[in-house]
């Protein structure tokens, strides 16, 4: 059976990515001595709280048409799947290593790559008539995190 989704089940997954990032930087904060890591890693998790505010913002612009389901689902389970997919694959149960910091930067750039990968391929689930276009913006925000990361990680090799 193939799925369609339409862009308002996209940004609540996104809605719940970005809250297990956050979750997965606080945690690893919680586990750093170093006062500026743990710095980065709560302004890191305050980036992912903003960037689910900014989600939802854009969730809440949503034409009507754009939150119609594609597919006779009574049951909702178009979205169960969805989130589904978010919490066993991007953040989920990520633990941050106990290394160093830039094990947790490493681990965060791989999350931030997968997340971009799941939206890569859901922007395809996303009719053009239901909301595509707005899949990119999740995008656009996921690859500002590897910027960020990749600059810090970068930093740390000095």
Known sequence: M???FNADEMFEIAEQLERNGAKF?????????DPA?????????????????TFHSLRATLTEKEKTSTVFDPQNEAALYLRA??????????????????EILKSAIEAEKDSIVFYLGMRDAVPEKFGRDKIE?????????IRLLSSELAGLKK
């Open 2 to 4: 193939s799925y369609d």
């Open 25 to 33: 930087y606080r945690n690893a904060a919680g586990g750093i001595s």
């Open 37 to 53: 890591g743990k710095a980065l890693l709560i302004k890191l998790a305050g980036m992912e709280d903003e960037h689910e505010k």
């Open 85 to 102: 997919l978010a919490d066993t694959r991007v953040f989920f149960e990520k633990k941050a290593p106990d290394a160093s910091m830039r």
């Open 137 to 145: 913006a999740i995008i656009k925000e996921e690859m500002g995190h």
